[in-house]
Each structure stands twice: as structure tokens, then as C-alpha cells.
């Protein structure tokens, strides 16, 4: 979920397949070809059906732990797993000693990348799927590590920020921050600080997907690679043309991305489509302004979250707000903005007091909700904005 949500916080809305499952995908197997991004719970075999250029990647997790999660959210989501009626009120140790449950939650990495190796048919687009993985064997163990070399790139939960990163880079997308973690298992369920004997008997019913680590360690897994600052993978967006200058007006719109962190994906109600901020306290647009111009930066936002006093700062420096116009339901703010004379790049950033969680079933952290970005460019001649 967390490497699901960054990459469509930084896709166009209308170019992001809405399935995320195999049984959601039969309404779009026609119009593939539209759709840029791609991302949900699809094992290899989804590569069939896709353009041949895709960028494919995944990353692996440590197999006890993955399959600790999975068993928790058996537990705790009934919409999670045909199996849930099975799980419901149990400790994790019976989970793993019942053959019938177990055998769905293990060896699952193996399972993802090998099976089913069957012909994609219309009959297959119609019916979900079997969970079960009882059946994965050896010959699947040498099909999973064929099909993972036929992948763009391959990352581990363990290096997960470092490696998503590198991901970003290579797809020009805007560098990421920290990645924010979701996951409703870990916040609705039973702890998963759990005892050695535990991720022992988790670990032994894990034998095929803890051989593919090992393997995929050894082939794939790259050194830590010093890490450039951030303006200067920002520039890096500049010099392969997916940014530009901006010279005149532009309005970042809430479907497409945005040179920003700090913002979940896109959402839209009644045909209005706006971000919510977080899981960090702050907003923080990167914008490749030119060092001759001034700008005022026009934000429309709503604070239906007590998230406390919002203060500005450009590169750093607290600036000024100025509050166009006000209503029972969104704030039209205006920064002003002097670029550096040195740097492309400028930070602005907008932050609030706190971020919270609304209701039980959202378990992100929110701050306030965007829905307008507007970058206005001033004349040179023009007198500079106050600062």
C-alpha cells in the first residue's frame, strides 16, 4: 500500500488503471494501452497482457514478516481473504499450525511470480484466482526467479526508501521523501512485536519464498549508492525536460502530479478533485522558478481537521501569508516568492500545527485538504512583492 499510494500521487489520475485486483480488471482488459500506471495486487503473469516496454518492478519482504501480516490482516479485515471466517478471533500460532489457512499466507512471493503458468484467456479475466498455494514446488521456485530477471528493477522492503528512490529516478518522477507507511493491519490487529519461536515456525513454512531471497539478494540487491541532495535530483528533472522553467502562469491541478511531498493521491467528490496533506505536518512544493522573476503563489485550502495556525516559509525563511478570501469552507491564501539567485530550484512550504487520523477506518495521517495550486509569474519591471 505505502509504494502503491506514492507512485499514484505521481501519475495523472486518468492515466492510472482503476483495478487494483484481478477480478476488478475485466471491464478495462480492452483499453489497456491508455493507461500509464499499473499497480495492485496482480501476480507476473498481469505482464501478458501489457505493453511490452512497461516498467515492471517489485519489491521483496522478508517472508515471516510478510506472512505475519498477512495472517493479521485475516484477522482483523473481513473483506481481506475468502478465508477470514477461518481466522477470525484466533491467535497467530493456530493460523500457522492450520494446514487449511497457512497454506494460502506461505510461500506467497513464489506463488506471485510463477503462477498461474497457464495460457491468459477470457474464462481467466472472468474469475478470480485461487489463493491457494499448497501446490508451489520447486519447478515454481526456478519459474519465479526466471520471471524475476525479466523485471525492470527489484527492491527489497528493507531498503525500501533508498531503493524506491532509485525507482523515481529512472521513472523521472518527483524525488520522493520518506515514504509514509500504511498499513491497516499493523493499526487494527495484534501486535506484530512477536516471539522468536513465533517467526520460527513462520519462517519454516516459508522454506521456497526464503531460498528466493536468498538468490535475489545475491543477483539483485546493489550497494547503498551515495545519495545526491535534493535540489540536486530536482535539476536532474530539469535537464531531462520532464520539468521546465516557469516563465508564465501555470496551475498545478489536483489529478496530475505534483512537484510536491507531502500529499496523498488524488481524490474526487462531486467532480471536485482535491489532496489531502500529510503524513507529515508540512506541504512542500519544489518549483523550478526563474532567478529574474518574482511569483506569487495562489493556494485555495480547507482545514476540516483541528490541525492548528499554518505558517509559510520559502527555502527555509518564515514568510508571509496573505488571505484573499475566506468562507465556511476554503481559504485562498497568496505567498510571495523571490527565487534564489544561485539555484532553480525553490522550496515552499506550507505547514500546519498537526496531522491526525479523522476516523478509525483511515489510517492515514491528515493535515488539510488542497485544492487549488497556482503559480503566478511577475513582470521584471514590475515592483517586487512585499517579503
Request: aromatic share 8%; hydrophobic share 40%.
Amino acid at each position: 500500500m505505502t509504494i502503491r499510494a506514492a507512485l499514484k500521487s505521481q501519475y495523472p489520475l486518468k492515466e492510472t488503471l482503476p483495478a487494483e485486483t484481478w477480478e476488478e480488471l475485466t471491464p478495462y482488459k480492452d483499453a489497456l494501452a491508455k493507461y500509464r500506471l499499473f499497480a495492485g495486487h496482480f501476480r507476473h503473469f498481469f505482464r501478458s497482457v501489457l505493453p511490452p516496454d512497461t516498467y515492471s518492478f517489485t519489491f521483496l519482504r522478508d517472508p515471516a514478516r510478510r506472512t505475519l501480516s498477512h495472517l493479521n490482516h485475516l484477522i482483523a479485515d473481513p473483506g481481506f481473504g475468502d478465508v477470514h471466517y477461518l481466522a477470525r478471533g484466533r491467535d497467530i500460532r493456530s493460523l500457522i499450525e492450520d494446514s487449511q489457512v497457512i497454506s494460502r499466507c506461505s510461500n506467497t512471493q513464489v506463488a506471485y511470480l510463477s503462477k498461474p503458468r497457464v495460457p491468459l484467456t477470457e474464462a481467466l479475466l472472468r474469475r478470480h484466482l485461487p489463493a491457494e498455494n499448497d501446490f508451489v514446488g520447486e519447478s515454481d521456485l526456478e519459474s519465479a526467479l526466471e520471471n524475476l530477471s525479466t523485471l525492470s528493477f527489484v527492491g527489497f522492503y528493507e531498503s525500501l526508501q533508498t531503493d524506491f528512490a532509485r525507482t523515481c529516478d529512472e521513472l523521472g518522477l518527483h524525488p520522493p521523501s520518506v515514504l509514509p507507511v500504511r498499513n491497516s493491519a499493523r493499526e487494527r490487529s495484534q501486535s506484530t512485536d512477536v516471539s522468536e519461536e513465533i517467526l520460527g515456525m513462520l519462517r519454516n513454512v516459508n522454506r521456497l519464498d526464503y531460498l528466493l531471497m536468498e538468490k535475489a539478494r545475491q543477483t539483485y540487491q546493489v550497494a547503498k549508492a551515495m545519495e545526491l541532495p535534493r535540489e540536486a535530483r530536482c535539476l536532474a528533472l530539469l535537464k531531462r525536460g520532464v520539468y521546465q522553467v516557469i516563465n508564465e502562469p501555470v496551475e498545478f491541478r489536483m489529478t496530475d502530479p505534483l512537484p510536491a511531498i507531502g500529499v496523498w493521491q488524488q481524490e474526487v467528490t462531486n467532480g471536485a478533485a482535491f489532496r489531502w496533506t500529510g503524513p507529515d505536518p508540512n506541504l512542500i512544493f519544489e518549483l523550478p522558478l526563474n532567478a529574474e522573476l518574482t511569483y506569487r503563489f495562489e493556494l485555495a485550502i480547507a482545514c476540516p481537521n483541528p490541525v492548528g495556525p499554518l505558517t509559510a516559509f520559502v527555502d527555509g525563511r518564515q514568510t508571509c501569508i496573505e488571505l484573499k478570501t475566506l468562507n465556511s469552507r476554503v481559504a485562498t491564501i497568496e505567498i510571495p516568492l523571490a527565487p534564489k539567485p544561485d539555484a532553480a530550484i525553490t522550496r515552499v512550504e506550507l505547514r500546519c500545527a498537526r496531522t491526525l487520523r479523522p476516523e478509525p477506518k483511515d489510517v492515514r495521517k491528515l493535515g488539510f485538504v488542497i485544492s487549488k495550486a497556482i503559480l503566478h509569474p511577475s513582470n521584471p519591471a514590475e515592483a517586487p512583492l512585499p517579503r
